[in-house]
T-cell receptor, first 113, second 111 residues
Framework: KAGVTQTPRYLIKTRGQQVTLSCSPISGHRSVSWYQQTPGQGLQFLFEYFSETQRNKGNFPGRFSGRQFSNSRSEMNVSTLELGDSALYLC????????????FGNGTRLTVT | DQQVKQNSPSLSVQEGRISILNCDYTNSMFDYFLWYKKYPAEGPTFLISISSIKDKNEDGRFTVFLNKSAKHLSLHIVPSQPGDSAVYFCAASSPGTPLVFGKGTRLSVIA
């Protein structure tokens, strides 16, 4: 079974631009979560989608948004990029069971200059 | 307010010895705990989990211990191998809430 796929792997943008990151979950997984990892801050939760509905949202400004499609693929968008948005963005999927673990992709490394 | 804390940013262990990674949490509603391992340029990989109804779970060289009264869990790796060198994240969740991660502990296993 293919793992979680994130594209692109690397991205360089300038301040003020917007960016869209893509995630394809493991086949059969309907839950997709997004996390931001920055040095020294661990993994910060952005949002979770299940069957195209946002189920949870983290403490990030409205510039961060996401969506999920009917095939469970997900995108996240960051508008009006700031230097502090430079980070590794990780997508994870899991099946619908209560205590199933998250399975992560290899992330998209976003650099804002 | 950090709900999951890994107070040791790094740990060095000799090959063949035991590695013990620690994690503390503050939210008493957490009922499910996991450990992930992360290599550079890769996403975190699930290692082992434990439910709050247990106090120990074992999988090969990896054992997780949960002390609910102390709100503490630990990951034991025996014996440690050079390939275990990575950043280890502790995570926890309560019903209906997303996983909350600690900031990670970098383990170096020295040959």
């Amino acid at each position: 079974k293919a793992g979680v796929t994130q594209t692109p792997r690397y991205l360089i943008k300038t301040r003020g631009q917007q960016v869209t990151l893509s995630c394809s979950p493991i086949s059969g997984h309907r839950s997709v979560s997004w996390y931001q990892q920055t040095p020294g801050q661990g993994l910060q939760f952005l949002f979770e989608y299940f069957s195209e509905t946002q189920r949870n949202k983290g403490n990030f400004p409205g510039r961060f948004s996401g969506r999920q499609f009917s095939n469970s693929r997900s995108e996240m968008n960051v508008s009006t990029l700031e230097l502090g948005d430079s980070a590794l963005y990780l997508c994870a999927s899991r099946d619908g069971r209560r205590n199933s673990p998250l399975h992560f992709g290899n992330g998209t490394r976003l650099t804002v200059t | 307010d950090q709900q999951v804390k890994q107070n040791s940013p790094s740990l060095s262990v000799q090959e063949g010895r035991i590695s013990i990674l620690n994690c503390d949490y503050t939210n008493s509603m957490f009922d499910y705990f996991l450990w992930y391992k992360k290599y550079p340029a890769e996403g975190p990989t699930f290692l082992i989990s434990i439910s709050s109804i247990k106090d120990k779970n074992e999988d090969g060289r990896f054992t997780v211990f949960l002390n609910k009264s102390a709100k503490h869990l630990s990951l034991h790796i025996v014996p440690s191998q050079p390939g275990d060198s990575a950043v280890y994240f502790c995570a926890a969740s309560s019903p209906g809430t997303p996983l909350v991660f600690g900031k990670g502990t970098r383990l170096s296993v020295i040959a």
